[in-house]
């Protein structure tokens, strides 16, 4: 049973740049692909980015692409997001999750995933 803790949320203002991290535990983490999902009140889930198990390769949602980065530390079970020039219409619920695949895999659906995080809340202020 994997267990997934994200922090690093916050309040920021439109142009802020705001890290995420994912501390992973009891398992592998190096089997996972790990990805990132979001949640707006009243929207559903949605696909944000991912990274495969061995970080050869990623990938992101059309809307945040060249603003945010992902990278991943497996000696230390945390996968990071790193999100640049924020925007309003990114605040959220930002979950982590672990997709247990092939190397070199980069699930973007949420039922590719079988662990999830309880989230974290990024709030961005025009």
């Known amino acids: 049973q994997v267990q997934l803790v994200e922090s690093g949320g916050g309040l920021v203002q439109a142009g802020d740049s705001l890290s995420l991290s994912c501390a992973g535990s009891?398992?592998?983490?190096?089997?996972?692909?790990m990805g990132w999902f979001r949640q707006a009140p009243g929207k559903e889930r949605e696909f944000v980015g991912v990274i495969s198990r061995g970080a050869t390769k990623r990938d992101f949602t059309e809307s945040v692409k060249g603003r945010i980065s992902i990278s991943r530390d497996n000696a230390k079970n945390t996968v990071f997001l790193q999100m640049n020039s924020l925007k309003p219409e990114d605040t959220a619920i930002y979950y982590c999750?672990?997709?247990?695949?092939?190397?070199?895999?980069?699930?973007?659906?949420?039922?590719?995933?079988?662990?999830w995080g309880r989230g974290t809340q990024v709030t961005v202020s025009s």
């Open positions: 999750a672990a997709s247990f695949t092939v190397t070199g895999a980069t699930p973007i659906r949420p039922a590719q995933y079988q662990y």
């Open positions: 009891g398992g592998t983490f190096s089997d996972y692909a």
